[in-house]
């Protein structure tokens, strides 16, 4: 039987400010390099209920520092009043494993020696995050998903588990992602990876070790999410300053932001996971592999998007059978598969028009 969801909290909103359920399993989990996980801990959220046929699962995949609450941070597309709400959907989102939002990640104690991981959190690749929400899965009973959405590192994780379970999803929406990590991206987050190692307290035993490392990062990060045309639009100053740029000021800003609600090795670990996406690692090939999609797929790139770009957003609807592919506007960047949620939300909207 799937799952019904249990949401009693106290708030503004009782279902974007409830709780996460958790799901344990004290068996080893075997990770792609050949480590394990001596046991695993998932958080997830649930919102709805799952209708008579249940035909009305949404599975939806968060990037690299959200948590496993798509209606905190994708307002406009999720939500009581959006394309995709509790009314008319089972919606489950999972925190994906290695993050600092409930699930198994390198704050957390090895059994094995009583001691916190930190540094020594195994490498996790997006195959190994795929297979843990597989595990999720089986726990609430699910056989068939109506839609998988994420976007960036979401996208990554969708687009594997519908090669890996070809007759799981009906229908796909992938987001400012890619079939592969490009070398440009991977230069990215190593720099960012670097700034964190440059950090001496990130080799600490402190829970907190690398925060400073961790705003440089983030603020490097910055760079690739926005572009051009979104800093020179937001960050002028004054004709004649000399000290105290509006870009830097902002720059600071987003990198102390994060640290305040992020950990450092988590953001190490997911950032180097992400560089592992290949769908075709094994398949045969990237074209092989995504030929064996089975879903109906919507592909959704941003434009102006540095990290993930249209050449990729092309590679996912030419291979892909039957895929869609459609543009939304903005000058947002990468961020704007964020922002521009309602754009996103009218795409989607059309697509499951057509393809009830």
């Known amino acids: 039987m799937l799952k019904d969801t249990k949401k009693a909290h106290l708030g503004l909103n009782p279902l974007e400010y409830s709780q996460p359920e958790y799901f344990f399993t004290n068996s080893p989990f075997p990770l792609e390099n050949g480590n394990e996980l001596p046991e695993l801990r998932i958080a997830y959220h649930t919102f709805g209920r799952v209708n008579e046929d249940r035909s009305n699962v949404v599975w939806v995949f968060h ?15 999720i939500g009581e009043d959006d394309l995709i709400n509790p009314k008319d959907h089972f919606i489950v989102c999972a925190n994906i494993i290695g993050s600092c939002y409930g699930s198994t990640g390198p704050k957390d104690f090895d059994i094995r020696n009583g001691e916190r991981y930190l540094r020594d959190f195994p490498n996790l690749t997006i195959r190994d995050i795929v297979n843990a929400h597989q595990l999720l899965q089986a726990h609430l009973g699910i056989d068939e998903i109506w839609l998988g959405i994420g976007g960036s590192m979401g996208g990554q994780q969708a687009l594997e588990w519908s090669i ?4 799981l999803f009906k229908h796909l929406a992938l987001v400012a992602t890619s079939a592969k990590s490009s070398p440009w991206g991977i230069a990215i987050r190593a720099a960012q990876r670097m700034a964190i190692e440059s950090d001496p307290s990130f080799y600490s035993s402190s829970p907190k070790g690398g925060w400073k490392g961790l705003e440089a990062a983030r603020a490097m990060a910055m760079i690739s999410y926005r572009n051009h045309e979104t800093f020179n639009s937001s960050q002028q100053d004054p004709e004649g300053q000399l000290d105290n740029f509006s870009a830097e000021s902002y720059q600071r800003y987003q990198g102390e932001k994060l640290g305040r609600r992020f950990d450092a090795r988590t953001y190490y670990t997911l950032n180097k996971a992400m560089d592992t996406h290949d769908v075709g690692r094994g398949r045969r090939g990237i074209e092989n592999a995504l030929s064996q999609v089975k879903a109906k797929v919507q592909v959704i790139g941003i434009t102006g998007d540095l990290l993930f770009t249209e050449a990729e957003q092309q590679q996912l609807h030419s291979a892909i059978p039957d895929a869609r592919l459609n543009f939304v506007p903005s000058k947002y960047g990468h961020d704007g598969f964020l922002v521009e949620a309602k754009g996103i939300s009218n795409i989607l909207q059309n697509f499951l028009n057509v393809h009830q």
């Open 63 to 77: 990037a690299l520092t959200a948590n496993a609450n798509p209606l905190e941070w994708w307002p406009g597309l």
């Open 164 to 167: 890996q379970d070809k007759r």
